[in-house]
């Protein structure tokens, strides 16, 4: 079974441009969360995603979004990015049913803003 | 009450010593206590979770002490080796919310 697939690796981008960053989980996962983190702050939870609807937010700007896809498989975007969001965007995927369930990650996207 | 907090923030254990990494949680609502481990350039993995209706869980040299009581737990790493070397992070997660880490803790294996 493929693991959890994020695109691109690495990105730089400017100040003041949006990036989009792209998810597949693990086949049969429904439910996909969006992470960042950063040497200073840890893994802060930016928003989790179940069967296309949001589940839950973290305390990020507007200026982060996100969005499901019927086959599972998410984006999030960040417009306007400045300097703070550089950081490494990790998104986990699971089952996301009942009880709750196990977490696999992928290996992240780094965004460097500049 | 949502937060996890771990302890400590960095860790030096000599090769084939015992790392020890501890969380304390404050809300009981919590059902799920998994592990992470990280290594530099890599995502988090799963290293090894346990429910609170257990006390101890074992996997190989990975230990999770649970107790319920103290709203406490812990890892600890047995004959510990360079390869073991990592960010740990405890998380904690209930029925159909989003996981909440500690802030990690940098292990290092003496060779």
């Known amino acids: 079974k493929a693991g959890v697939t994020q695109t691109p690796r690495y990105l730089i981008k400017t100040r003041g441009q949006q990036v989009t960053l792209s998810c597949s989980p693990i086949?049969?996962?429904?439910?996909v969360s969006w992470y960042q983190q950063t040497p200073g702050q840890g893994l802060q939870f930016l928003f989790e995603?179940?069967?296309?609807?949001?589940?839950n937010k973290g305390n990020f700007p507007g200026r982060f979004s996100g969005r499901q896809f019927s086959n599972s498989r998410s984006e999030m975007n960040v417009s306007t990015l400045e300097l703070g969001d550089s950081a490494l965007y990790l998104c986990?995927?699971?089952?996301?049913?009942?009880?709750?369930?196990?977490?696999?990650f992928g290996q992240g996207t780094r965004l460097t803003v500049v | 009450q949502q937060q996890v907090k771990q302890s400590p923030q960095s860790l030096i254990v000599q090769k084939g010593g015992i790392s020890i990494i501890n969380c304390a949680y404050e809300?009981?609502?919590?059902?799920?206590f998994p592990w992470y481990q990280q290594f530099p350039g890599k995502g988090p993995a799963l290293l090894i979770a346990?429910?609170?209706?257990?006390s101890e869980k074992k996997e190989g040299r990975f230990t999770i002490s649970f107790n319920k009581s103290a709203k406490q737990f812990s890892l600890h790493i047995m004959d510990s080796q360079p390869g073991d070397s990592a960010t740990y992070f405890c998380?904690?997660?209930?029925?159909?919310?989003?996981?909440?880490f500690g802030k990690g803790t940098r292990l290092h294996i003496l060779p």
């Open positions: 086949s049969g996962h429904r439910s």
């Open positions: 809300n009981t609502a919590f059902d799920y």
């Open positions: 998380a904690a997660r209930k029925r159909d919310d989003k996981i909440i």
């Open positions: 346990i429910r609170p209706d257990v």
């Open positions: 995603y179940f069967s296309e609807t949001q589940r």
């Open positions: 986990a995927s699971s089952e996301g049913q009942g009880i709750a369930t196990e977490a696999f």
